[in-house]
């Protein structure tokens, strides 16, 4: 079992920035891939960015490229993922995964994940 707790999220004017973290206990967290999505009301999750087990390599979505990065820290078993240049379509929960493979970007790929926390970009 893997618990997995976001913190970070809050009310921010465009243009600005947030920095999301997720703590992950419960299981060897360097052993897996680490993910972000996004929920915005009346859509379907969306992949925001995946980091290697190793932290080695990363993959955003298209929307999110350049703008947002993700990082990783197995030594303390976070991950976070640092949001520049907000635009209000980036209002979303977000939610940080454990996920299997390399650079998983389904949510079918991802096995556990956190309760979510609600970033709004105000215009």
């Known amino acids: 079992q893997v618990q997995l707790v976001e913190s970070g999220g809050g009310l921010v004017q465009a243009g600005g920035s947030l920095r999301l973290s997720c703590a992950a206990s419960?299981?060897?967290?360097?052993?897996?891939?680490m993910g972000w999505f996004r929920q915005a009301p009346g859509k379907e999750r969306e992949f925001v960015a995946v980091?290697?087990?190793?932290?080695?390599?990363?993959y955003y979505a298209a929307s999110v490229k350049g703008r947002f990065t993700i990082s990783r820290d197995n030594a303390k078993n976070t991950v976070a993922l640092q949001m520049n240049s907000l635009k209000p379509e980036d209002t979303a929960v977000y939610y940080c995964?454990?996920?299997?493979?390399?650079?998983?970007?389904?949510?079918?790929?991802?096995?556990?994940w956190g309760q979510g926390t609600q970033v709004t970009v105000s215009s």
């Open positions: 980091i290697r087990r190793s932290g080695g390599s990363t």
């Open positions: 995964a454990v996920g299997s493979g390399v650079l998983p970007v389904y949510p079918y790929e991802y096995e556990y």
């Open positions: 419960g299981r060897t967290f360097s052993s897996y891939a």
